[in-house]
């Protein structure tokens, strides 16, 4: 894991827990437009739509009794979509309202707040996502670490990725998609905090836009992977800053995920296990 991505399972810990898109106009305000849409997934809602089914025919069954928040993945779904509807996977049934997708920042550098978008939705091929305004100013009101401001969201990835899940899984649910702009323990503790505090009495699920390592050999990074995660284990925050600081990745590459190829992808693009 990066130390940039580190502050994204810190907020959930607080909480005590297992192309450039131009933007349109839509009901509610100002709707983002896809960034990544035939990059990291599917540009076509029918293709779009068969993949998500198709990882979660094949996800784990659920591992514990009503989650309160999940950390998954946001790599081109080719290298994480089976990954991702794991986790998804684990929240599935669930009467939620509200998804709560905290991001990792890629796009804006210096960014030190939580960054909560402020229009009123987020389009994807599946159609539009449309964002919880009241819960999003109640955060803004209850945060000072928090500020309303689209502009780091219109070309990050790491949120946009997992809507299409939140639409198949949760169609009648809102989101707020905030970006977290820095990996400072304390900043992340006082947000998780503050978003305890508003989704009380609300059936919210959070969702943690995270990846664990980027680029090592397999047998590195499950073992790199596994110490993080057992660190997380703890509900410790300390535990996992010190875990996270004692492993290093190594410099991603400049390419972007290729655009999408036709479906379906070749087995091997899944989990190791998982069928086609």
Request: proline share 10%; hydrophobic share 45%.
């Amino acid at each position: 894991m990066t130390i940039l991505q580190f502050g994204i399972p810190i907020v959930a810990l607080s909480l005590g827990v297992a192309t450039t898109g131009m933007a349109g106009r839509d009901r509610g305000g100002e709707v983002r437009s896809p960034a990544v849409a035939g990059q990291f997934y599917p540009e076509s809602a029918t293709i779009l739509k068969l993949a998500i089914e198709k990882f979660m025919e094949d996800a784990l069954p659920p591992q514990v009794k009503k989650p309160v928040a999940i950390v998954v993945p946001h790599a081109g779904y080719i290298y994480s979509g089976q990954i991702c509807a794991d986790g998804w996977n684990q929240v599935r049934g669930g009467a939620y309202d509200v998804v709560v997708i905290l991001g990792t920042n890629h796009t804006a550098p210096g960014l030190r707040k939580i960054v909560l978008y402020p229009g009123g939705g987020f389009r994807t091929p599946l159609g539009t996502a449309m964002v919880d305004g009241d819960l999003t100013a109640a955060l803004v009101a209850a945060s000072p670490d928090c500020a309303l401001d689209k502009g780091p969201h219109v070309r990050e990835h790491s949120v946009e990725v997992q809507v299409p899940f939140a639409q198949i899984l949760f169609p009648q649910a809102k989101i707020v998609a905030a970006i977290v702009g820095d990996a400072d323990a304390a900043l992340c503790t006082r947000f998780g905090n503050a978003l305890a505090s508003v989704l009380k009495g609300r059936r919210a699920v959070i969702v943690a836009s995270s990846d664990l390592s980027h680029y090592p050999s397999a047998k590195d990074a499950e073992a790199a992977d596994m110490k993080t995660l057992e660190a997380v284990a703890t509900l410790d925050p300390a535990a996992l800053h010190t875990a996270v600081r004692t492993q290093t990745s190594p410099p991603a590459p400049a390419a972007r995920p290729p655009s999408w190829p036709p479906w379906p992808p070749p087995r091997r693009w899944g989990r190791p296990g998982a069928g086609s």
